[in-house]
């Protein structure tokens, strides 16, 4: 039974792995360059695992930070937005609560691609809504890189890896921090334009076994792009409209750091100028799942996103899935 609760964040943090990948390091071994990558994807460097680093290892991290940032330790759940878990079974939420010190506490795994955040965030305050909760910690993470054909030039020059976190308290709708209305939305029917074809149950119970590039993450770029765009924009203008702002009210944009040229299309697409958007897609690249939450932390570390800010936040991933939100930027402390 819903208590009327709205759920605040409190603490932010982030994490990237320390391998930092160039275009000249891409380009050394793919048939590509520096300025073919940069002009199609606004991507000069990107944050790469190691041998040993899993999506749980970069979890755990960005979740010790947004702890930090909030002054408190304690939470009651703990949600996991990722597509690369560290094993198929079973959920990776668990062994990252328990590598966080957080005891027994409710912990699961949220998987919607790169809207992963946002559906998160959805999960997150539904049980501080529900009152199953208080406190929740929401991360965002994701290994890509291992999941993608390392010789496939259209996706390894994009993808990256990364984490990002928020925790968030029970409150009230009116306060700085409070999640705005949530607008969520998939297309099972598109399913293919961004998927792993094998390793799941379809193809393990067909009785053959799957090509090799069938485990690899694939993407139909020209048509993901489109279906990006109108559904950012979409959902970005209803999010906003049920807030009750004017698009020209909101002083950040932070979208899924999926492509400079899809950032662009839907920023133009709102009207919102280019000083109103926050991006750091040429130094991370496509971290998935942890995008927004990573340039969240790092725009509040740097100052170009501070107290009082109307964001308004949207992403596009597989699925397909969509989604978007709005939130006035709370005063966080950052580590």
């Known amino acids: 039974m819903s208590t009327g609760r709205a759920a605040v964040i409190t603490g932010i943090g982030s994490y990237v792995p320390p391998n930092v990948v160039t275009n000249d390091d891409l380009a050394a071994r793919l048939d590509t360059s520096d300025a073919w990558i940069r002009s199609r994807t606004g991507i000069a460097e990107r944050c790469v695992v190691t041998p040993g680093t899993s999506t749980g290892n970069l979890a755990v991290e960005a979740g010790l930070r947004a702890l930090k940032s909030a002054g408190d330790e304690r939470v009651e759940a703990v949600v996991l937005a990722t597509t690369t878990p560290d094993q198929p079974c079973p959920a990776t939420a668990p062994q990252v609560a328990a590598r966080l010190g957080l005891g027994q506490v409710p912990a699961f795994d949220v998987a919607a691609v790169c809207s992963g955040f946002l559906y998160g965030l959805a999960s997150a305050a539904g049980l501080i809504a529900a009152g199953i909760a208080d406190r929740v910690l929401l991360i965002?993470?994701?290994?890509?890189?291992?999941?993608?054909?390392?010789?496939?030039?259209?996706?390894?020059?994009?993808?990256?890896?990364?984490?990002?976190?928020?925790?968030?308290?029970?409150?009230?709708?009116?306060?700085?921090?409070?999640?705005?209305?949530?607008?969520?939305?998939?297309?099972?029917?598109?399913?293919?334009?961004?998927?792993?074809?094998?390793?799941?149950?379809?193809?393990?119970?067909?009785?053959?076994?799957?090509?090799?590039?069938?485990?690899?993450?694939?993407?139909?770029?020209?048509?993901?792009?489109?279906?990006?765009?109108?559904?950012?924009?979409?959902?970005?203008?209803?999010?906003?409209?049920?807030?009750?702002?004017?698009?020209?009210?909101?002083?950040?944009?932070?979208?899924?750091?999926?492509?400079?040229?899809?950032?662009?299309?839907?920023?133009?697409?709102?009207?919102?100028?280019?000083?109103?958007?926050?991006?750091?897609?040429?130094?991370?690249?496509?971290?998935?799942?942890?995008?927004?939450?990573?340039?969240?932390?790092?725009?509040?570390?740097?100052?170009?996103?501070?107290?009082?800010?109307?964001?308004?936040?949207?992403?596009?991933?597989?699925?397909?899935?969509?989604?978007?939100?709005?939130?006035?930027?709370?005063?966080?402390?950052t580590t």
């Open 140 to 333: 965002a993470a994701d290994a890509f890189t291992t999941i993608i054909n390392p010789e496939d030039r259209t996706t390894a020059v994009i993808f990256a890896d990364g984490a990002g976190a928020v925790v968030l308290r029970a409150g009230s709708a009116g306060e700085p921090g409070a999640i705005g209305p949530l607008v969520l939305g998939s297309d099972g029917e598109l399913s293919h334009l961004i998927e792993v074809p094998a390793g799941g149950s379809r193809q393990r119970s067909s009785g053959r076994p799957g090509d090799p590039e069938d485990y690899f993450f694939r993407m139909l770029g020209r048509d993901t792009y489109r279906h990006a765009v109108e559904r950012m924009t979409a959902a970005s203008t209803e999010a906003a409209g049920r807030t009750g702002w004017r698009l020209a009210d909101v002083d950040r944009f932070v979208a899924h750091q999926a492509n400079a040229r899809i950032l662009e299309a839907v920023s133009d697409r709102l009207g919102i100028p280019a000083e109103r958007r926050l991006s750091n897609i040429a130094r991370v690249g496509n971290t998935g799942a942890a995008s927004i939450p990573l340039l969240l932390a790092e725009a509040t570390a740097e100052g170009s996103l501070a107290a009082g800010h109307r964001v308004l936040l949207t992403a596009f991933g597989g699925g397909l899935s969509w989604g978007a939100a709005t939130v006035t930027w709370p005063e966080l402390q």
